[in-house]
Nanobody, 121 residues
Framework: QVQLAESGGGLVQAGGSLRLSCKAS????????MAWYRQAPGKQRELVAA???????SYAESVKGRFSISRDADKSSIYLQMDSLKPEDTAIYYC???????????????WGQGTQVTVSS
């Protein structure tokens, strides 16, 4: 199983920056794509950014040019650099990872507990 631990959330003024971190641990054969999702009050969870094991990235239109996702060389940690933050970026941010288990076919999903990001106007 994979456990994901997020950190780096907090309160920031509009226009400011935050950097989120997510570290995967546990027993697994490999980790594939990792991603950041967010969920604002009263809204559905949405994909913010994703990065494959080969380093390919994708972003939601609303964060392109402002957010940047990266991954450590060991591929078990990802980061989300968030610049030019807006009040509408306020949400709980979740780390997600697709992984393969040892001695088991298929790909499974793991989720972190989430970290709160609040952007004040």
């Amino acid at each position: 199983q994979v456990q994901l631990a997020e950190s780096g959330g907090g309160l920031v003024q509009a226009g400011g920056s935050l950097r989120l971190s997510c570290k995967a641990s546990g027993t697994f054969r490999r980790i594939d794509t990792m991603a950041w999702y967010r969920q604002a009050p009263g809204k559905q969870r949405e994909l913010v950014a994703a990065i494959t094991s080969h380093g390919s990235t994708s972003y939601a239109e609303s964060v392109k040019g402002r957010f940047s996702i990266s991954r450590d060389a060991d591929k078990s940690s990802i980061y989300l650099q968030m610049d030019s933050l807006k009040p509408e970026d306020t949400a709980i941010y979740y780390c997600q990872a697709d992984f393969a288990r040892i001695f088991q076919v298929g790909t499974f999903a793991a989720w972190g507990q989430g970290t709160q990001v609040t952007v004040s106007s």
